[in-house]
């Protein structure tokens, strides 16, 4: 399943965007992926990709140009943690295709275990949501399952296309998993309870996979979760694909690093309240967290040290960090959690990163993402001014290498009542 | 009440002048049955000791149309005693210098469930909602107000000096709010700000018939209209009967007789869920109204008029833009998020503008938060649905968009001729941000509530915490 999906998506790419105009965005100060711009300089796009950046670039006959003087140009920001193209309207549960709800009708399926489902097949990429958060500056997320103790696997999209495939980065991007109160339900209690069962899945997935021929003629001993999940667990193991554990307290935290050890697993911590309190680990384990940075309340007795200078605390212990709004319909919002990053102590360039380069590292895919350089996906952003600033303007959103439209349903409905009167209102106009 | 309250007011005022508390009476005053029964948790709040400050060198924002660079606000005795240029001082006055920094009214947030819905989030701690019948009127949501909430200090820290507190959304009349100033106090009653009225939370739409629907009921909209007429109905005879009564000022004081009604100058037996609707058939009790479809709101602007009531302010109104001219002939204000829709059918239409429409239409707009994590950015909301309204092309200064968090909520509590802007005479809520409140990283250094400095973000010892935050880490384990 894992091979076939991602072949897709490595097809998706071969086919990426025929012949497009070729575009220049000219005289705006590009930000490739640090604080320091190149004043009026250019990016050229053509084909999907970025063909060239700099201050002195030859600009191809034909371009379309893009003025951007007195503008910034970014790559597009990278949203860590959504629901984007899987979650519609929270409350209507048919919207919803984020989490295995009714897990009694699944045959053959442990309920605390969903290792194998894939959002990638609900995805909707005609889901209203999208065109509200791209035009705001964010053009690539991962779209994630929640629930559960293993709740299943993200994909990383970007968000422009027609069809699942022309839209997909890579997927499953990561395996989902949770050491966080959350789970208690799925296991009926504490916490130790939690990590017995995930050893336990992952220790049947393992010894599955030494006996897979013993288990197709029915001689093995039996297994806790499903042979699909089994399967699907197998890219973890490997190190291939990252299990993405949510987790908030610090002792949970070192949980899964030492889950993590023992397994020999390439984690991502998502949430992480207080892993600033475990930087030094963190940092020592080379294990990055995603964090949204407006968290500061001790909603629950695992959140006890939230705080908003987690990202900067860990960024100083040499943590990777990736900054995530943790949204759907918001998930634009991005944009100020970073600049709330760097109100509370993380510096400019490294929350410029930590929603660009970093996430692009974390998660695996910084060859192709993440900074304006030559070959890399054209992902583009023009903005008015500083892309954390709430006053900042977006301009022109080029995903993909295709500009698009900046209208989304919100804007739409802005417009239909910019006139009370029915007549006008109601009626679409010549 | 009015009387009373005013006279409250008017104590807690002379208390300032003074410098000293204002304290309760000491004997028993004349009216004290009546006074009892009308404000049985009176507000005990009195300023923390403040000294006569001149702030100076910053660019004042002062809600009231003006922008003064290099302008300077002087507080003395919990008051704004003037705001300018040049002002004389006193001479023990201390001097801040504020100069980069940006001066503004403290941030007054209309929807808040501080206290009620505290963290930890705990079941515990989930008392914002009787949700055990479609109206509870009853209810008063100061009686579910946690005052150890560390929310309270969180927001201090964005600047937040006043809020009302409601009871959820759940029924049809969820109870009454309570305004309080953001000091911290071992009670809800030291919180409560002097002389605010109380407002009455209605809910419309999805979240009565949802929590209702297999309970009896009402389980449609229809439901729900009629669940608010029939509630009308009765206040309105209880008014009736009370004044007949004599006693029209508010509720009656100890029971009178528990007759069996109608009857000439008897008074009915007293009742808190009818007493509260009669409040606001009164005028006494603001309307608070959650309601999220245009549709939904002008049936509720009709049910007002049918029972000749007021709505002082449609909360959330994610369809505020497709009644603002509905809304702005009624002065009813529009307590909005900026950017926040989606998560249900009613939330679905939002538009990044509505905030910006609303204003554009001469309505009163707001932002508010109806969260603990927005109402410590609700200078950054209030940003959003400004650029927002930009973006559309509605021109919009900053100092309106300041309103929006500050003089404009104020109105909305009722609380606009005590704070709400930089203007003399006002309670001296004031707050001295980083940079521009509009940037995103703007924070709040310095917040002064009646005068006294509540929050000073260069100065650990002058930084609130809430008794829940006491030893919760071993010492070692925190850096």
């Known amino acids: 399943m894992n091979r076939i999906l991602l072949s897709a998506a490595a097809l998706c790419f071969a086919a990426a965007p025929a012949a497009a105009q070729a575009i220049a965005i000219v005289g705006g100060d590009v930000y490739t992926a640090d604080g320091t711009p190149i004043r009026g300089g250019t990016v050229v796009i053509q084909d999907g990709r970025i063909t060239a ?30 629901t984007m193209g899987i979650g519609e309207v929270s409350s209507i549960a048919e919207s919803n295709d984020a989490e295995i709800q009714d897990v009694t009708s699944r045959r053959d399926s442990d309920d605390q275990v969903q290792a194998a489902f894939t959002v990638t097949e609900g995805l909707n990429p005609r889901s209203m949501v999208i065109p509200i958060v791209r035009i705001m500056g964010v053009t690539t997320a991962i779209t994630r399952p929640s629930g559960s103790l293993i709740s299943g696997q993200g994909a990383m999209i970007d968000l422009a296309g027609n069809r699942v495939e022309d ?3 890579v997927s499953p991007i990561g395996m989902y998993a949770s050491l966080s109160e959350n789970a208690r339900g799925a296991v009926g209690g504490p916490r130790a309870a939690i990590s017995m069962r995930l050893r336990e899945v992952l220790e049947d997935a393992r010894a599955y996979a030494r006996n897979r021929q013993s288990f197709e003629r029915g001689e093995t001993r039996e297994f806790s979760v499903s042979r699909l999940d089994m399967e699907a667990l197998q890219p973890v193991l490997a190190g291939r694909e990252p299990l993405v554990v949510e987790a908030h307290r610090a002792s949970d935290i070192q949980l899964a690093l030492r889950i993590a050890r023992e397994y020999d697993l390439r984690l991502i911590i998502t949430g992480g309240t207080e892993a600033w309190m475990v930087a030094d680990e963190l940092a020592r384990a080379r294990v990055p967290v995603l964090v949204k940075v407006l968290n500061n309340l001790p909603g629950s007795f695992e959140s006890l040290g939230a705080t908003y200078e987690n990202a900067a605390r860990l960024r100083r212990a040499g943590v990777q960090v990736a900054l995530t709004s943790g949204e759907t319909w918001r998930a634009y919002t991005i944009r100020q959690e970073a600049g709330n990053a760097v109100a509370y102590g993380l510096p400019w360039a490294e929350a410029f990163r930590a929603v660009t380069l970093y996430p692009a590292q974390i998660w695996g895919v910084a060859d192709r993402y993440g900074s304006l350089e030559a070959g890399k996906v054209a992902n583009v952003v023009v903005w008015s001014g500083d892309p954390f600033e709430l006053l900042t303007r977006v301009e022109h959103v080029i995903i993909r290498g295709q500009e698009v439209q900046l209208v989304s349903r919100e804007t739409q409905l802005r417009e239909r009542y910019r006139t009370l009167d029915e007549n006008v209102r109601t009626y679409r106009q010549p | 009440m009015k009387r009373v309250l005013s006279a409250l007011a008017l104590a807690a005022l002379a208390g300032c002048a003074r410098g000293t508390a204002a304290r309760p009476a000491q004997g028993p005053a004349p009216d004290a049955a009546q006074r009892q029964s009308s404000d049985p948790f009176p507000s005990t709040y009195r300023p923390l000791a403040s000294r006569p400050t001149l702030i100076r060198g910053g660019t004042v924002m002062t809600a009231a149309g003006q922008v003064i660079p290099n302008g300077e ?22 001097v801040l210098d504020a100069t980069g920094r940006f001066v503004t009214p403290g941030v007054i947030d209309t929807h808040s469930h501080l206290g009620v819905y505290a963290s930890p989030g705990v079941q515990a701690h989930s008392d914002g909602n009787e949700a055990t019948s479609p109206n509870t009127a009853e209810v008063w949501a100061e009686h579910s107000v946690w005052p150890h909430d560390p929310g309270f200090t969180r927001a201090l820290e964005g600047g937040v000096t006043s809020m009302q507190i409601l009871p959820g959304s759940a029924n049809l009349f969820g109870g009454r709010s309570v305004t309080l100033k953001n000091v911290p106090s071992r009670t809800a009653q030291g919180m409560k700000f002097p002389g605010a009225p109380y407002g009455l939370k209605m809910a419309c739409g999805e979240n009565p018939k949802r929590v209702y629907g297999q309970r009896g009921g009402p389980a449609t909209r229809m439901g729900n209209v009629a669940g608010f007429r029939s509630a009308w109905i009765r206040a ?17 004081a100890s029971g009178g007789n528990s007759g069996s009604g109608g009857g000439g100058g008897s008074a009915p037996t007293r009742d808190l869920e009818l007493e509260t609707l009669a409040g ?12 999220y479809r245009g549709d939904e709101m002008a049936q509720m602007i009709d049910i007002a008029r049918e029972f000749g009531y007021r709505i002082r302010s449609f909360h959330h109104g ?13 002065s009813i204000s529009g307590s909005l998020w900026a950017d926040w829709g989606g998560f249900k059918m009613e939330a679905l239409d939002f538009t990044r503008a509505n905030v910006a429409m609303l204003h554009q239409a001469g309505g009163i707009a707001i932002v508010h938060s109806d969260d603990p994590t927005g109402i410590q950015k609700l200078n950054q909301e209030a940003a959003k649905a400004l650029e927002a309204g930009r973006e559309m092309g509605i021109e919009i200064s900053e100092n309106d968009a300041l309103r929006w968090i500050t003089a404009n909520a104020a109105w909305a509590l009722g609380i606009h001729q005590q704070v709400g802007t930089l203007e003399a005479g006002k309670q001296a809520d004031v707050v001295i941000w980083s940079h521009n409140p509009f940037s995103v990283y703007a924070r709040a250094d310095q917040v002064f509530i009646d005068g006294a400095l509540l929050y000073d973000r260069m100065n650990p010892n002058r930084q609130p915490r809430t008794d829940f935050e006491v030893g919760l880490f071993p010492a070692e384990a925190v850096r």
């Open chain 2, 73 to 94: 606000v002087l507080m003395v005795d919990g008051r704004i005693a003037a705001v300018g240029t040049a002002l004389q001082a006193p001479a023990e006055a201390v």
């Open chain 2, 280 to 291: 606001v058939l009164r005028g006494e009790i603001l309307v608070h109204n959650h309601c």
């Open chain 1, 167 to 169: 839209m997909t980065v």
């Open chain 2, 318 to 330: 994610v369809e505020a833009y497709k009644v603002r001219d509905l809304m702005a002939r009624d």
């Open chain 1, 53 to 82: 950046v700099g201050a002195n670039v030859a600009i191809p006959a034909g371009a379309r140009r893009i003025d951007a003087t007195g503008k910034w140009v970014t790559p597009g920001l990278i949203e860590s943690s959504t």
């Open chain 2, 236 to 252: 309105q005879d209880y008014r009736r009967r009370m004044d007949a009564a004599g006693n029209g000022g508010g509720s009656s």
